[in-house]
Nanobody, 118 residues
Framework: DVQLVESGGDSVQAGGTLRLSCALSGYTYSIQCLGWFRQRPGQEREGVARIGYLDSVVYADSVKGRFTIYKIRDTVVLQMNSLKTEDTGMYYC???????????????WGQGTQVTVS
């Protein structure tokens, strides 16, 4: 089994910076794809960034150029710069065993961490 725990969410002003971390534990050896998702108020969950084979990364258009995803050992980080009010939402870390070609099929999920930009 795999467990994921997010941290780093906070309330910040527009233009500010946050760094979210996701700690993986349990059986992580077969995980091939890690992602950050968010659910903004009144909207459905959406993919934000994902990292897969050979540290290939994909970003949603809404965050491209502002957010960076990277992995160090069993921690995946989402560096968020130039935050906008529309970035407000609950951010989730997720993992899957298979391909990293889309936003689907993520098997394990963290509890979420709240990001509020005002």
């Amino acid at each position: 089994d795999v467990q994921l725990v997010e941290s780093g969410g906070d309330s910040v002003q527009a233009g500010g910076t946050l760094r979210l971390s996701c700690a993986l534990s349990g059986y992580t050896y077969s995980i091939q794809c890690l992602g950050w998702f968010r659910q903004r108020p009144g909207q459905e969950r959406e993919g934000v960034a994902r990292i897969g084979y050979l540290d290939s990364v994909v970003y949603a258009d809404s965050v491209k150029g502002r957010f960076t995803i990277y992995k160090i050992r069993d921690t995946v980080v989402l560096q968020m710069n130039s935050l906008k009010t529309e970035d407000t939402g609950m951010y989730y870390c997720a993992a899957r065993f298979g391909s990293c070609r889309d936003w689907l099929g993520f098997t394990y999920w963290g509890q979420g961490t709240q990001v509020t930009v005002s």
